[in-house]
């Protein structure tokens, strides 16, 4: 089973514009994780948020947390053709597992 | 510094067969996770090797057995291989924390 779910499944916006990608899980985390993977290869690790976090910057990249309505946010600011791929969020679960459950993913397509 | 190397990149296995997937991790790094990803899907946690041994595991069946080496390389092996086996598989190394560096994968495909 999937810990996360990233919504939407699919996204197609113009390079520049700003993607917004969400995640939802549903059990007790500490911390949440979003990979990139570029067309079915290795996942490449973008960013981590603790769960005692609410927002986290990388580049132009902008993780939020939100523990109480369980869900979490990844915000690409003006996106680049270069930003194609999929991605995806990984929980790991309260107790001390860092072992990341990874959700369905969300296919970004930036259009040049 | 490498980062987690694969190896093979692809495989086509017959029904029935058996295949071994390896893998060695990022340098410095003592813990190996397996991951099966089957096309259109995120992946799916197989099993964590630390210090020689199997310390979690998904819910994958016995036919999925891995091993650790004393250099923290890995194999993961899968016994009587079914068509529905066919997906990438990954491999990612950490410190035990959760930082995960990914290998680029394995293609297996059962005919």
């Known amino acids: 089973s999937q810990q996360g779910e990233e919504d939407p499944q699919a996204l197609s916006i113009q390079e520049g514009e700003n993607a917004t990608m969400n995640c939802s899980y549903k059990?007790?985390?500490?911390?949440l994780q979003w990979y990139r993977q570029n067309s079915g290869r290795g996942l490449v690790h973008l960013i981590l948020i603790r769960s005692n976090e609410r927002e986290k910057h990388s580049g132009r990249l902008r993780v939020t947390l939100d523990t109480s309505k369980k869900s979490s946010s990844l915000l690409i600011t003006a996106s680049r053709a270069a930003d194609t791929a999929s991605y995806f969020c990984a929980t790991g679960a309260s107790g001390g597992s860092y072992i990341p459950t990874f959700g369905r993913g969300t296919s970004l397509i930036v259009h040049p | 510094d490498a980062g987690v190397t694969q190896s093979p990149t692809h495989l086509i296995k017959t029904r029935g067969q058996q295949v071994t997937l390896r893998c060695s991790p990022k340098s410095g790094h003592d813990t190996v996770s397996w991951y099966q990803q089957a096309l259109g899907q995120g992946p799916q946690f197989i099993f964590q090797y630390y210090e020689e041994e199997e310390r979690q595991r998904g819910n994958f069946p016995d036919r999925f057995s891995g091993h650790q080496f004393p250099n923290y390389s890995s194999e993961l092996n899968v016994n009587a291989l079914l068509l529905g086996d066919s997906a990438l598989y990954l491999c990612?190394?950490?410190?035990?924390?959760?930082?995960?560096?990914f290998g680029s994968g394995t293609r297996l495909t059962v005919v």
């Open positions: 990612a190394s950490s410190l035990g924390g959760p930082g995960y560096t």
């Open positions: 059990t007790s985390i500490n911390n």
